[in-house]
């Protein structure tokens, strides 16, 4: 990040806006804050997810599957991007919540651009079985949607 361009908001002010919208459930507030570009790299899949439209339409099944998220802290700080490698301010929120009966552990890496939006979002979460639970509901999900085409039995 050059120091010619500072980010308009402070890491923590982002972050905040990012919670909020996910607590808030608010999809337009979520494609506010992403970049046009932005990736999402997924636990359940190995390719990430490319792009506003959808990074946000995974954002939709994710907020209708977490009925009782909970952010519980954010670290603050730099880290390197997966897609160019380079060093962009970053945060870090740790979640909980629940899903398919299974109690998930979970963080969410943002990195930001330049101008304040998030141009990348890794997703972590634990146990594995919770990890499995996690794929079939998205899967469930994007399916429904019309995102992605139902698995052949």
């Known amino acids: 990040m050059s120091t010619e361009e500072p980010m308009p908001e402070s890491v923590t002010a982002l972050a905040d806006r990012f919670r909020a ?24 899949k190995y390719r990430p997810f490319e792009g506003k439209e959808s990074v946000t339409a995974l954002f939709g099944v994710l907020v209708r599957l977490f009925e009782d998220i909970r952010y519980i802290g954010r670290y603050e700080g730099a880290s390197e991007t997966g897609a160019d490698g380079r060093e962009a301010p970053s945060a870090v929120l740790p979640f909980r919540v629940t899903v398919g009966g299974k109690q998930v552990h979970g963080l969410d890496l943002l990195h930001f651009a330049e101008d304040g939006r998030i141009k990348e979002v890794t997703v972590m979460v634990r146990p594995q079985s919770a990890v499995q639970a996690l794929g079939q509901a998205v899967l469930a999900g994007l399916v429904a949607d019309g995102r992605v085409p139902a698995p052949q039995a």
Not at 21 to 41: C, G, M, Q
């Open 21 to 44: 919208a996910v607590d808030a459930r608010d999809l337009a507030a979520l494609a506010e804050l992403l970049t046009d570009d932005v990736r999402l790299y997924s636990p359940v």
